[in-house]
């Protein structure tokens, strides 16, 4: 079991979130901030007797409503009860795994007054493999997540539904199961579960760990591409690179030097008297390196959000005050969501044109007809998986159209401007599904298609990538259904399994 991630509000990285929410990693909360909590819920309570927001008041245009003290608890409950009211599929395990991670860790930073059983619950409750069930549509992005929040902390008190061992069951139901009790929450404590950016900035995250692995996979086809349509890799000599010293594409052009290091096919045509290749193998670096820029520029508004505080009001306990503020306002992580898909569309795109270069006899320079060698015909190889990456690029085009530029008020006029994220979330976890698939598509065709320069070899970083596929797909030598193994592949890019195989070869394909 690797090491268990000790949540401070402080110091949680993106990886964390990975391993925790897709590999089940376990998460405490740490000491630091268990005393940070417990001081910032003292001094609110100390303060309770105030006109305070969401403490003693009404929420959103109910803002002038005061609330008996005797209502608090009250008041907190049916703020989740009320909020709860999401439509839709549920997301995904790992993404509401990961919204309770981050919740969690903006509590133990301290400025949400939250009370620190309340935050071992969470913890308790993601620790026990329960899952809540969270409807995926209905939040705008500001005042953060608020439907999906409210969604994932009924549970805590006792309602709502979670899964369970594959089990959909109440609320109780489930906390009984884990051998835990349900609370009673108290002033504040339905805000602080609710008030957030904690799903735009789950999808982001894990988005981001796929989105970075495709990044580094789409090194890896093109240069089986390459290979297989006996490009020249002139193109990515460095002093090219360093006459426009964009980092990412930096990066792109020495890891297709590396992975194409030791080719035999490339030594067989170095004098052939071909200038030119087309822009999808010429320019590969300078398309893939802008998506590796963009996403290099939304890690770093990730990395800064996991450890955020987006409450409102914030408990500032250095300046003993509680204060009403913004930071609930998702639009600096929709528009990271709309990069994201922005950057995996364009990787899939160029993609698919390789692709479609490798199927294609009047592109293809002397490879069989949609890669099959034999009884052409009846046997049609690898013509429709090229449809199929066409599709899923045409789906991607429709889909990275920004969500984050637009805006609907809400609460009556209060909430005049939002962020949308919530959307934009859900259209880039499609979109890197999409390019992950796509990408599968070309490492098959290139794969095969690199087999037919035999005996010549591929370098030493392709061979290692098609040893790798054919541990995954068997050769087509007559017409399968391939897709199951275009799943597996794409899979093998979401892992990382494909990344690690061509690693023990070539290290700078996971630079």
Known sequence: MPATVVLTGENLAISDVWDVAVDGRPAVLGDAGRTRAAAARAFLEAQVGDHTYGVNTGFGKFVSQSIPPQQAADLQLRLLRSHACGVGDPYPDEVVRAAMLLRANTLAKGFSGARV??????????????????????????????????????????????????RRVGGA????????????????????????????????????VRAQRLARVADVACAMSVEALQATPTSFHPAIHAARPLAGQQRSAATLRALLDGSAIVESHRWCDKVQDAYSLRCAPQVHGASRDLLDHVERT??????????????????????????????????????????????????????????????SDGLPPFLVAREEGLNSGFMIPQYVAAALVSENKSLSHPASVDSIPTS??????????????????????????????????????????????????VGAARAFVRTLSERVREDR????????????????????????????VKE
């Open 302 to 363: 990730v990395a800064v959000e996991l450890n955020a505080a987006t409450d409102n009001p914030l408990v500032l306990l250095e300046e003993k005050l509680i204060v009403s503020n913004g930071n609930f306002h998702g639009q600096p992580i929709a528009i990271g969501l709309d990069c994201i898909a922005i950057a995996c569309a364009e990787l899939a795109n160029i993609s698919e044109r390789r692709t479609e270069r490798l199927v294609n006899p009047s592109l």
């Open 481 to 508: 259904s391939l897709s199951a193994d275009i799943e597996r592949v794409a899979s093998a890019i979401r892992d990382g399994s494909l990344l690690d195989a061509v690693a023990v070869e070539i290290a700078e």
């Open 117 to 166: 059983e309340t935050i071992e619950l969470l913890l308790g409750v993601l620790g026990a493999g329960i899952v809540p069930h969270v409807p995926s549509r209905g939040s705008v992005g500001a005042s953060g997540d608020l439907a999906p929040l409210a969604h994932l902390a009924l549970p805590l008190v006792g309602e709502g539904e979670a899964a369970v061992d594959g």
């Open 173 to 208: 139901e489930a906390l009984a199961a884990a051998g835990l009790s349900p609370i009673t929450l108290e002033a504040k404590e339905g805000l602080s579960l609710i008030n957030g950016t904690q799903f735009m900035t789950a999808m982001a995250s894990l988005a981001l």
């Open 412 to 461: 009556a006029g209060q909430e005049d401007h939002v962020s949308m994220g919530n959307g934009a979330g859900l259209k880039a976890l499609q979109v890197v599904a999409n390019a992950e698939r796509v990408l599968a598509i070309e490492l098959l065709a290139g794969a095969q298609a690199v087999e037919f320069l035999a005996p010549l070899e591929p370098g030493r970083g």
